[in-house]
């Protein structure tokens, strides 16, 4: 099984990833737990360069590079252990390509994208995402306080808000139109009171 968390920048999906990751190691499941861009020791190095405020590069390279990255991941990790019949939990994944290349950059159309990503990872497949989906002032907000505390922001955190209200807007349009792929939660509620719904619908779900 495949779940992956998406949301824009600070929306809370990692915390929330975590947390499921935790409940379900508790209870001595196998989990794999990834995060894109990154989890092997090629993708970790196309994060540095894909996240490094210094560089520009051009979207549709943005893109290509994304994928590359995954596509490494899948490969490497995500289907040997997924056969094994592992869970694995995804912070970001494909749809992250779809939200912010697509939706944020305008690089090509979410059916282009999407047929990419499939060939890219041979079908591998997310069988459930949950969607934290929060304001982007809010988001921004909650990024700017962690800066202050111990880091500066990467190269696609410095886009400004119009482009994140574009990868917002795209990722409600995703999840409207495969209800029963995504689960949209309402990252305003507490940590707790988010990782109980997230649990809820997971154990129903299994
Ligand atoms: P993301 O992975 O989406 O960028 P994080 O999980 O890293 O977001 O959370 C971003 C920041 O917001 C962190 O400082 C985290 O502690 C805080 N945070 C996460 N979830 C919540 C929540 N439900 N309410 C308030 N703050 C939150
Ligand atoms: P990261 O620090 O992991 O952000 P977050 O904690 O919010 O997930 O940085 C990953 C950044 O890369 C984030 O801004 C989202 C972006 N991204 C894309 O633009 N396309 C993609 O396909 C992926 C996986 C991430």
Same mark, same amino acid.
């Given at each position: 099984?495949?779940?992956?968390?998406?949301?824009?920048?600070?929306?809370?999906?990692?915390?929330?990833? /975590? &947390?499921?990751?935790?409940?379900?190691?508790?209870?001595?499941? =196998?989990?794999?737990?990834?995060?894109?861009? !990154?989890?092997?020791?090629?993708? =970790?190095?196309?994060?540095? @360069?894909? @996240?490094?405020?210094?560089?520009?590069?051009?979207?549709?390279?943005?893109?290509? +590079?994304?994928?590359?990255?995954?596509?490494? +991941?899948?490969? *490497?990790?995500?289907?040997?252990?997924?056969?094994?019949?592992?869970?694995?939990?995804?912070?970001?994944?494909?749809?992250?390509? %779809?939200?912010?290349?697509?939706?944020?950059?305008?690089?090509?159309?979410?059916?282009?994208? *999407? #047929?990419?990503? &499939?060939?890219?990872?041979? !079908? %591998?497949?997310?069988? &459930?995402?949950?969607?934290? #989906?929060?304001?982007?002032?809010?988001?921004?907000?909650? +990024?700017?306080?962690?800066?202050? =505390?111990?880091?500066?922001? #990467?190269?696609?955190? @410095?886009?400004?808000? =119009?482009?994140?209200?574009?990868?917002?807007?795209?990722?409600?349009?995703?999840?409207?139109?495969?209800?029963? &792929?995504?689960?949209?939660?309402?990252?305003?509620?507490?940590?707790?009171?988010?990782? /109980?719904?997230?649990?809820?619908?997971?154990?129903?779900?299994?």
């Amino acid at each position: 099984m495949i779940i992956s968390f998406e949301g824009i920048d600070g929306s809370g999906k990692s915390t929330q990833a /975590n &947390r499921l990751v935790e409940r379900l190691s508790g209870q001595g499941k =196998e989990i794999l737990y990834v995060r894109e861009p !990154g989890g092997t020791a090629v993708s =970790e190095r196309i994060r540095d @360069l894909l @996240l490094d405020p210094s560089l520009t590069i051009y979207p549709f390279a943005e893109m290509l +590079l994304f994928s590359a990255a995954r596509a490494q +991941l899948v490969h *490497e990790k995500i289907k040997p252990f997924h056969a094994r019949g592992g869970i694995v939990i995804c912070d970001r994944f494909f749809d992250s390509t %779809v939200a912010y290349q697509g939706g944020g950059r305008s690089v090509a159309d979410a059916k282009w994208l *999407e #047929d990419f990503q &499939r060939t890219i990872t041979a !079908g %591998v497949w997310p069988d &459930r995402t949950y969607l934290v #989906d929060l304001p982007v002032s809010t988001a921004a907000q909650r +990024l700017t306080a962690r800066f202050s =505390e111990h880091e500066t922001a #990467d190269r696609m955190e @410095l886009a400004g808000p =119009e482009f994140f209200e574009r990868v917002r807007t795209t990722y409600l349009q995703l999840a409207a139109k495969d209800p029963t &792929r995504y689960f949209v939660v309402d990252g305003s509620k507490s940590e707790d009171a988010l990782e /109980n719904q997230i649990w809820n619908d997971f154990s129903t779900f299994l």
